[in-house]
Structure formats: C-alpha cells, structure tokens
C-alpha cells in the first residue's frame, strides 16, 4: 500500500492519515494498515493497534486536527486541543526522557513503537511546530483537506501535492473554463 507524505511535519502526518474531508478512509482503522502506514514513517509498531491505542492516536490526532485547521485558516487554536497535546507530550518525556552520551543529548525514543510511544512523538512534532517559525506557514489543501508546512521557497504552495490534488484542481477549472467558452 501506498501512502502519502507530503505534510512536512510528522504531526501533521497523523492528521492526514485520513484520505479526505469526508474521512473516506482511515489508516489507523485497521490493524495491518495502520502497521503499515507506521513502517512508512520509519515509526514500526511494536505490536498491532487495539482499540485502545487506536482511541489514543485517532484522539490526539482529532486535538492536532482542531489546533493546525484552525492555525491555516487564520483562527485562534482551541485551547482544550492544545492542552490535550502537551498532556501527551508531557506522558511522552516523563516515558521516554533523554538520554546524555558525552557531549550529545537525544531523545530515548523506542525502536518499536506502541501506540503510547507514537503518541508522545506526534504530540512532541506538534508542540515543535506551535512553538516554531512553521506556524505561519501551516495550510490546508483546498482539495483534500490535508494539512500541510509549506516549505516552498516563495511560500506559495496551494495543494498537499501537485500530483495528488493540483493537477486534478487544475484540470477541473481547465474544464470549466473551455466549456464556458464553448457555451459563449
């Protein structure tokens, strides 16, 4: 299965691990895809997600989801949804804190992840990116619905992909256009 990526913010992967506005389809609904939407972000799952940890991620990602929609429209984020995300990441530093090698400090990440891990390391991206110089650059796809960093030079990127939704948004107004002229 093949999944895309084009958020530029691990947070916001979680976001787009629904296909659509519509939420047509979810990638954390089942066990082996959700496995596998996991292994495409270099983030293996210790074992298959049960309900639980489903409730925990598909939770988080609704918080996430309200914050950054409302960050890309240009509105005040939901504070409720905030605090959800720094609880989270909160769990995630006192579960996997850091870890001292000489001169070097990282985080004690886990090399397979439960949902709980998973969690902590989105809430973590989350709070990255709220308190970072991306904010102002968080968009939504006026397509799909995803959200996205726009990392563009000119900071002019419209869609989550050109190949995903530009060139389907472009084809669609060529369409009209020429059918327009043809009425005339």
């Given at each position: 299965m093949d999944f895309e990526h084009v958020a530029n913010s691990l947070a916001l992967e979680l976001v787009n691990s629904v296909t659509d506005r519509e939420h047509t389809t979810d990638w954390l609904a089942e066990p082996a895809v959700a496995a596998a939407w996991a292994d495409s972000l270099d983030l293996p799952l210790d074992a298959p997600l049960d309900d639980r940890g489903r409730g925990v991620l598909t939770d988080l990602r609704a918080a996430i989801t309200r914050?950054?929609?409302?960050?890309?429209?240009?509105?005040?984020?939901?504070?409720?949804?905030?605090?959800?995300?720094?609880?989270?990441?909160?769990?995630?530093?006192?579960?996997?804190?850091?870890?001292?090698?000489?001169?070097?400090?990282?985080?004690?990440?886990?090399?397979?992840?439960?949902?709980?891990?998973?969690?902590?390391?989105?809430?973590?991206?989350?709070?990255?990116?709220?308190?970072?110089?991306?904010?102002?650059?968080?968009?939504?796809?006026?397509?799909?619905?995803?959200?996205f960093v726009d990392t563009s030079r000119n900071h002019a990127r419209r869609w989550c992909s050109m190949e995903m939704c530009g060139n389907r948004d472009k084809a669609y107004r060529h369409y009209h256009r020429r059918r327009g002229a043809d009425i005339k």
């Open positions: 914050v950054f929609g409302a960050v890309a429209a240009g509105d005040p984020a939901d504070a409720a949804a905030v605090r959800s995300i720094t609880d989270a990441h909160a769990r995630g530093l006192d579960a996997y804190g850091y870890v001292v090698d000489g001169a070097s400090v990282s985080r004690a990440w886990p090399e397979r992840w439960s949902a709980d891990a998973l969690a902590a390391r989105f809430a973590e991206s989350a709070v990255d990116e709220l308190t970072g110089e991306r904010l102002a650059r968080v968009k939504e796809c006026p397509s799909c619905g995803w959200l």
